[in-house]
């Protein structure tokens, strides 16, 4: 039997949805996609269209990466100070307007209001810290070992850059690729994903009005991503692929990016896992798991995928994680009560529970949740797995929803080796009262990030990204977000 429906009330939107720019954004114009042809934009709460934006060719493509090449030689010629600012008027636009961001973020994702301003929050943060960044991008002054000559290292922008972004953070995905790469001096053309375009096109209009150039960022949806990309890459004038979004699809786009050489930075997909040891403090762990777990629904890279809890905490843990997620409030994003959205799909919803069924099929107890709700929406309750085993496929996959699979260890050792059971390696949380056993386990753990006693990792200022297959590269940081906009040119002279 099914459970059911969340209710669903109408709620007053901060905004008409109507007065939203229309058409792609190409050298400082919002056009029509020369195709004629249109994707809708779908509520995930409703399941009703919303919107439409044009559908790109790739002669729509290729004009992006033209205004973005017209721009590019300003730009670059900019004043880093001058450059900065442009950057903090937009940190300071996107601040003001969060409300209605948020709002509109909620709108076409589904997350929870809450979610959608921390959002806003994080992805406004990328252009402070940015704006903060671009004057003091230095170079390198040296003599060689030999004696015969001095080494100028010089730091300079890449070229033009395609990025590429998933609609789980529609807004922040894609100011933490722009904002460096406009700090760094390069132009940019952005696709974002079909899903979730119209957060894309807001921001566009808010960067024109903080003063960014005509050209300097281009935005463009498309269909058909594949040939479209292609394309871009097989211009010489594009030098950076900068990709968030599955392995699958990174893959994909690095063989096509070899045939440029195209420098790629990679922010793939993540299977992070959760530990708690026995020494844990139990209310913060539960804390931790509850964000780690349900920021965005699950919806998230860097979500708990996989719970390992050590026997003396355990019963516990489970029932305490079971009680809050089973506590959690179902409903349309932009709903202010809701704490847990719908999915972004019909298809994300089948996913996860095939992943689900899957689990239990191998001997997993179903605590609470686990049941898809009648009528329209997108919706996947809060779910808790005890008995997890490990070859069940969402110990491998990445669930991508509200479901937390918790599964018991004994030694430290066997939890590094769980946690290590993975071709993923993006973020990892660590539980531990013993601050030493904490840093032991984080060096031991293969991955990007650790959070160790905290659930949450993301910060601007941090270097954001992972090893083995969850990517190439880092975002955010001290230098390492704009470094990867950057190329080194080195001059060797003798005075
Ligand atoms: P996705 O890979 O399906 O799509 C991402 C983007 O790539 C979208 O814009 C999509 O239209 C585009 N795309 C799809 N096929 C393409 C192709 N052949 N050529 C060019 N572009 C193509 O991912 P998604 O479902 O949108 O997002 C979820 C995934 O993103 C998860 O795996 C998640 O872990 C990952 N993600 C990673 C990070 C990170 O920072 N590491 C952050 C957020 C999401």
Known sequence: MNAPHPSIQPTALPFDINTLPQGMYIGGQWRAASSGQHIDVVDPSTEQVIATVPDATIGDANAAVEAAAAAAPAWRNTAPRQRSEILRRCFTL????????????????????????????YAAEFFRWNAEEAVRITGEFGT????????????????????????????????????????????VVL???????????ALAALYEEAGVPAGVV????????????????????????????????????????????VSCAMELGGNAPFLVFD??????????????????????????????????IHDAFAKGLAQRMAALKVGPGVQTTT???????????QKIHRLVQDAVERGAQVLSGGVIPDGKGYFYPPT??????????????????????IRRFDTEEEAIALANDTEY??????????????????????SGMIALNRGLVSDPAAPFGGVKQSGLGREGGQHHGIAEFMESKYIATTF
Request: proline residues 6%; glycine residues 8%.
């Open 279 to 312: 020494d844990a403090n139990l209310e913060a762990a539960l804390d931790g798991a509850m964000i780690a777990k349900m920021r965005n629904a699950g919806e998230a890279c860097t979500a708990a995928n996989r719970i390992y809890v050590q026997a003396g």
């Open 384 to 405: 808790v797995l005890t008995n997890v085993s490990t070859d069940a496929l969402m110990a491998h996959e990445e669930i991508f929803g509200p479901v937390a699979p």
């Open 425 to 446: 390696g993006l973020a990892a949380y660590i539980y531990t009262g013993d601050t030493g056993r904490g840093m032991r386990v984080a060096a031991a753990i293969e």
């Open 144 to 187: 060689a070992p030999s004696g015969s000559n001095r080494i100028i290292v010089d730091y300079v922008p890449i070229g033009i850059c395609v990025l590429i972004t998933p609609w789980n953070f529609p807004a922040a995905m894609a100011t933490r690729k722009i904002a460096p790469a406009l700090a760094a001096g390069c132009t």
């Open 191 to 201: 696709k974002p994903a079909s899903e979730t375009p119209l957060t894309a096109y």
């Open 339 to 349: 704490e847990c959205g719908p999915m972004i799909t019909h298809k994300a919803v």
């Open 218 to 261: 281009n935005v463009l949806t498309t269909s058909d991503p594949g040939p479209v990309t292609a394309a871009m890459l097989a211009d010489p004038r594009v030098r950076k692929l900068s990709f968030t979004g599955s392995t699958q699809v990174g893959r994909t786009l690095l063989a096509e990016a070899a045939k440029s050489v």
């Open 94 to 121: 996107m601040t003001e307007r969060a409300d209605m961001l948020a709002a509109l973020i909620s709108l076409e994702n589904g997350k929870a209001l809450r979610d959608a301003r921390a959002e806003v929050a």
